[in-house]
């Protein structure tokens, strides 16, 4: 981490959005919520980590190359688009943004996975995905009027 959460919520309240939103930590929050549980504040910390990661995706701004925020934009844009996540198609585009080396060590890994029918090569898709998608619209508005996210202050 390049900053501590208590380093990042002095960085949101003072408004240093593109040092928070380009940082590694926001990234490496495990959302594990011991910082939330231990915040003397009661400061809801992975909540406003995970809401600056949603940021940096919609901005488009976060380390270069770094998986995390790849792995969680492809990992939406496929559920909008079918409902369901297709494991073999998302570790693939995954490598191809980020890592083409690393696919190319993999595919015997792959390969194996296919043959024992635990990666599926069609696209999965859910029944009435017009549903998912007027959900997904209605939050998408709602949460397009929030700002920088603020930090409580107690």
Known sequence: MD??????MALVRADFKNEVLQSRTIWLCASCYACTVDCPREIRITDILYALKQRAIQEGVYP?????PVLAREFAAM?????????AYLVLKLF????????LRS?????????TGRFRLR??????LDEL???LAATASHSSQSSFPPAKVT
């Open 133 to 135: 998608k007027a959900m």
């Open 79 to 87: 559920a909008r688009r079918h409902g369901r996540i297709t494991e």
């Open 96 to 103: 191809t943004r980020t890592n083409w080396r690393a696919l």
């Open 64 to 68: 270069r190359h770094f998986p995390i």
């Open 107 to 115: 595919w015997r890994i792959g390969l194996a996975l296919i043959r």
């Open 123 to 128: 696209p999965e898709r859910i029944q009435r």
């Open 3 to 8: 900053y501590t959460p208590r380093q990042i």
